[in-house]
């Protein structure tokens, strides 16, 4: 312990000395992990699941995203192909996809996002069957592809036809709702950094998606956290991959713009 | 369960002491929790024994417990003597075995 401190002492003094020399793109003590005054909830985390996903060995999501490499090179579905058949390499072909995420769909007419882009790969090209949302193979295909950008900055595209979705979202984030009558940002715009009971409130990045929640004892969705947070203010949650926790899953990357994914993050 | 995840250091000099690292993928149920639905309780099925080997003497023993988290991660230190197999294996309360075995090269 004693040394994780002096570690962290270090660290911010350097990050003054950088900041008196250099006035402008001061990056705080978080370096990479903050992007002006957005921080990732790597930052609000505990030392201890801050190394848990430092160390990839240590990091328990780390064995979804093997199941996800090996899920790649299955071949499944009537039209007897797998992911690498189309996509070749995932290394090369997914990296920054899931940056920018969610996306239009032009068939559909509206935003989708990775889960349900990679289950309209499996039901229109493979002919396979969808995966269920938050099953293991769902998750671990997410983990999977969204490593691939990891260290990237979140990068999605909120203008032009994304322009009413990204307002739709938007309204979401800012509207009260539930028995608690409180919206999203009461927590993560105007509380951020304070304490909810014993948990410190992060801002509700979503860099790290899937996260491995060591409440949840696996990784779990974005979707999945959006339905925890309306439950806990006593709202009705919406269906994984409905319509408003996609648009609003837009405007939450949107925020984050900049802040590098971090699949599969690890927090409490 | 899936095949578990194993580090050991590539080549380690004799006498030296090295770090094994081990995770693996198990629901770890305490036999705490009831159904949500049904209202009986959910079986405990831990894993409660975990030893490892090295050149078939036993380098370590240990029970564990309920309270011990999902998806397990281990690590411990061993004295390097001579090459050869590092067994671990990992007995959970159906009485499944999992074994992982990775080989130690000691050079001189």
């Known amino acids: ?268 | 369960m899936a095949k578990p995840r194993v580090k050991v250091p590539q080549s380690v000099k004799k006498g030296e002491i090295f770090e094994v690292k081990a995770l693996i993928k198990h629901k770890m149920e305490t036999g705490q929790r009831k159904d949500k639905k049904t209202g009986n309780k959910i079986p405990r099925d831990i894993i409660n024994k975990f030893t490892a080997n090295y050149n078939g003497a036993m380098v370590l023993e240990s029970e564990w417990h309920p309270a011990v988290s999902a998806n397990p991660y281990i690590a411990f230190f061993v004295r390097a003597d001579k090459s050869g197999p590092l067994v671990m294996k990992w007995t959970d309360d159906g009485g499944k075995i999992i074994e992982a075995t990775s080989n130690i090269n000691v050079t001189a």
């Not at chain 1, 004693?2 to 020399?21: D, E, N």
Request: contains cysteine; aromatic residues 10%.
């Open chain 1, 1 to 268: 312990m004693k040394k994780t401190t002096i570690a962290f002492a270090s660290v911010a003094t350097a990050a003054l000395v950088v900041g008196a020399w250099t006035s402008s793109g001061f990056a705080g003590q978080w370096g990479g992990k903050q992007v002006d005054d957005r921080r990732s909830g790597y930052t609000y985390a505990e030392p201890e699941t801050r190394s848990m996903q430092d160390d990839d060995f240590q990091n328990p999501a780390m064995v979804w995203v093997d199941d996800g490499a090996a899920l790649w090179n299955k071949v499944d579905g009537e039209a007897g192909k797998s992911c690498a058949s189309c996509h070749n390499a995932a290394a090369t072909s997914m990296k920054g996809v899931s940056a920018s995420y969610p996306k239009m769909d032009k068939k559909l007419g509206k935003p989708q996002n990775l889960e349900q882009q990679i289950n309209e790969c499996r039901t229109e090209r493979m002919k396979a069957k969808p995966y269920k949302w938050e099953s293991h193979d769902l998750l671990a295909m997410t983990s999977f592809v969204g490593n691939q950008s990891r260290g990237m900055p979140m990068n999605v595209k909120v203008d032009g036809e994304m322009a009413p979705y990204f307002e739709k979202g938007k309204a979401f984030y800012n509207e009260r709702r539930g028995l608690l009558d409180m919206a999203c940002k009461h927590c993560h715009e105007d509380n951020a950094g304070g304490q909810i009971r014993a948990n410190i409130l992060s801002q509700g990045q979503s860099n790290g998606f899937p996260t491995y929640r060591l409440k949840w004892q696996k990784p779990g969705s974005l979707h999945r956290r959006f339905r925890g947070c309306n439950k806990q203010v006593r709202a009705e949650p919406f269906k994984n991959g409905s319509d408003e926790y996609v648009n609003l899953e837009l405007y939450v990357n949107w925020r984050g713009r900049g802040l590098p994914v971090e699949t599969p993050a690890v927090r409490n």
